[in-house]
């Protein structure tokens, strides 16, 4: 997979040299290059901000540095990359929330283009102009407001990388996460390690009692319950035949 991110604050995206997706990018799985959005400006200053029409606070990020920087990307494919071209990746609070699901989607394609903005945000025209060559998706961390798009990236890439196969160890854990399609979406039910007691806390009996079925409903049943309490709207999205524990008021 490769990975373009094109940024005016380099330095918030070097933890993607650090840790699981540093090492996947030695092993070969990941190809991550990251772009400074100056290097797409003509003036002394370098600008790639102006006030918006219309007035209003703040600045937005010029359309033509843009156009040029992300030109340039299209213009050299990677091996492998699809005839439609990447996904352009844009960061914001008027997105789609991002999920599992869309992780697992975006985890499927050979090259993604991440475009963070700053200031108040990015010309329309970008993302308008971009729609009609090349999929784009608009995407949001949740209901809370960033300075930029950089700290979305970093969480983006982390959630999509770790599926990309061989980069994560085991990756049967990946199926016995929380949101993990393969449980329905589910919350992760709780989880113990040694010592048995703690604290004057025992773990579940059933989790020590050898019986693998039996710990098995255990988990789906604190799955239900769990995403009952705290995740209503989650367990509302499962199909009611696969709800096992009917007593859950949704
Ligand atoms: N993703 C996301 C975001 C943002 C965001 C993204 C990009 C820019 C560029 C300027 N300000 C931004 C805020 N705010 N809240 C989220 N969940």
Redesign the pocket.
């Known amino acids: 997979m490769r990975l373009d991110v094109v940024t005016i604050f380099a330095d918030y995206l070097a933890p993607l040299q650090l840790s699981l997706i540093g090492k996947a990018q030695q092993q070969g799985l990941l190809d991550v290059r990251v772009h400074d959005l100056r290097e797409h400006t003509h003036d002394r200053h370098r600008t790639v901000d102006d006030t918006p029409y219309g007035g209003g606070a703040g600045l937005l990020m010029k359309p033509e540095p843009w156009g040029e920087a992300l030109d340039a990307l299209l213009a050299d494919p990677p091996a492998g990359a699809r005839e439609e071209g990447p996904v352009l990746v844009v960061?914001?609070?008027v997105?789609e929330v991002?999920s599992q699901r869309a992780a697992v989607e975006l985890a499927a394609e050979p090259w993604l283009v991440f475009a963070?903005?700053?200031?108040?945000?990015?010309d329309a025209r970008v993302v308008e102009h971009y729609r009609t060559r090349i999929r784009v998706r608009e995407?949001?961390?949740?209901?809370?407001?960033?300075?930029?798009?950089e700290?979305?990236v970093l969480a983006i890439t982390e959630a999509v990388v770790r599926l990309v196969p061989g980069v994560i160890g085991n990756a049967a854990s990946l199926t016995e996460e929380s949101h993990a399609p393969e449980h329905d979406g589910l919350l992760e039910h709780p989880a113990y390690t040694k010592p048995a007691s703690w604290r004057g806390l025992d773990v579940p009996a059933v989790l020590a009692g050898g019986n693998h079925g039996a710990v098995e409903r255990w988990r789906r049943d604190e799955a239900l319950r769990r995403t009952a309490s705290r995740r209503p709207d989650v367990l509302r999205r499962l199909d009611p035949a696969r709800c096992d524990r009917h007593d859950l008021a949704v």
């Open positions: 960061p914001s609070p997105g991002f963070c903005g700053r200031y108040e945000g990015i995407v949001s961390l949740g209901d809370y407001v960033l300075n930029g798009g700290v979305a």
